[in-house]
């Protein structure tokens, strides 16, 4: 069984792979292709497409779950830092 044949066949891909076309409202319409597993080497990537863009292009997106909990976790350090900012604010003379 080869690299992508295990890949493909359990683990969670690494990457989704998009055709993104551009639209008249400059959005784009993002289609999913397929997805892509990181060589556990870090040495390149496997890229297994179920369809082929028509352009050529595939854009290669992180999974979104794993954006949005970096996305989430950049809020609460955020949250977290202005809330000990307005602490060390109460405590300061006037």
Same mark, same amino acid.
């Given at each position: 069984?080869?690299?992508? &044949?295990?890949?493909?066949?359990?683990?969670?891909? /690494?990457?989704?792979?998009?055709?993104? $076309?551009? %639209?008249?409202?400059?959005?784009?319409?993002?289609?999913?292709?397929?997805?892509?597993?990181?060589?556990? &080497?870090?040495?390149?990537?496997?890229?297994?497409? /179920?369809?082929?863009?028509?352009?050529? $292009?595939? %854009?290669?997106?992180?999974?979104?779950?794993?954006?949005?909990?970096?996305?989430?976790?950049?809020?609460? &350090?955020?949250?977290?830092?202005?809330?000990?900012?307005?602490?060390?604010?109460?405590?300061?003379?006037?």
């Amino acid at each position: 069984m080869s690299e992508q &044949d295990s890949n493909s066949a359990g683990n969670r891909p /690494d990457y989704i792979a998009y055709s993104v $076309r551009d %639209t008249r409202d400059g959005k784009g319409d993002w289609n999913k292709v397929g997805a892509a597993w990181e060589h556990h &080497d870090g040495q390149g990537i496997d890229l297994q497409l /179920d369809a082929t863009p028509v352009d050529g $292009r595939v %854009t290669l997106r992180e999974l979104r779950e794993e954006r949005m909990n970096s996305y989430e976790g950049e809020r609460q &350090d955020e949250n977290t830092e202005r809330s000990s900012e307005r602490k060390e604010g109460r405590g300061r003379a006037r």
